[in-house]
T-cell receptor, first 114, second 111 residues
């Protein structure tokens, strides 16, 4: 299994500002995934981050709002730009295990936008 | 439209009894079905999975049953223990390795 850490664990931000969330994995992985869990909702995939190429975004998510960096095989960042209260969510990163499509998740970043 | 549905937001079960969590899906192309468990302030942790070519997978106290004709799967926990109290997410994935999650069922194990 992979050990994944995220920073910050939580934050309270003002409308219109941006927050960058970091995800660190203890082993090299090809793909990293970023999810959002809005209150009372399921986990929704935002994008897949591949090292050395542009992230692939899911329908409803765009690079200008959620820019992603993937500088190496153990690290990725997700930025939530120009935040509004609707962006208040838990943001999670995950990596694949290579077995049965299982993924390992980080502890999440709880974001509150005022 | 939700492809993975968990219609019960919460479930309460007596300690020692069987917990049954249900999940329905709409896409017959899914290859794998997974269950994740989530405690507060933690990320989801993988619990058990089943391939679409099987109808049952068992791991200790946890068994997942798949009924492809009904597009339904269930997770059985027996016997239920206090540490099983958590939110359980049903999920499904296809050939693109993306996972689609349900909204979760909060399981309360009563003493």
């Amino acid at each position: 299994s992979a050990v994944i850490s995220q920073k910050p664990s939580r934050d309270i931000c003002q409308r219109g500002t941006s927050l960058t969330i970091q995800c660190q994995v203890d082993s090299q992985v090809t793909m990293m995934f970023w999810y959002r869990q809005q209150p009372g909702q399921s986990l929704t995939l935002i994008a897949t981050a591949n090292q050395g190429s542009e992230a692939t975004y899911e329908s409803g998510f765009v690079i200008d709002k959620f820019p992603i960096s993937r500088p190496n095989l153990t690290f990725s960042t997700l930025t939530v730009s120009n935040m509004s209260p609707e962006d208040s969510s838990i943001y999670l990163c995950s990596v694949g295990s290579g077995v049965a499509n299982e993924q390992f998740f980080g502890p999440g970043t709880r974001l509150t936008v005022l | 439209d939700q492809q993975v549905k968990q219609n019960s937001p919460s479930l309460s079960v007596q300690e020692g009894r069987i917990s049954i969590l249900n999940c329905d899906y709409t896409n017959s192309m899914f290859d794998y079905f997974l269950w994740y468990k989530k405690y507060p302030a933690e990320g989801p942790t993988f619990l058990i999975s089943i391939s679409s070519i099987k109808d049952k997978n068992e791991d200790g106290r946890f068994t997942v049953f798949l009924n492809k004709s009904a597009k339904h799967l269930s997770l059985h926990i027996v016997p239920s223990q206090p540490g099983d109290s958590a939110v359980y997410f049903c999920a499904a994935s296809g050939r693109d390795d993306k996972i689609i999650f349900g909204k979760g069922t909060r399981l309360h194990i009563l003493p």
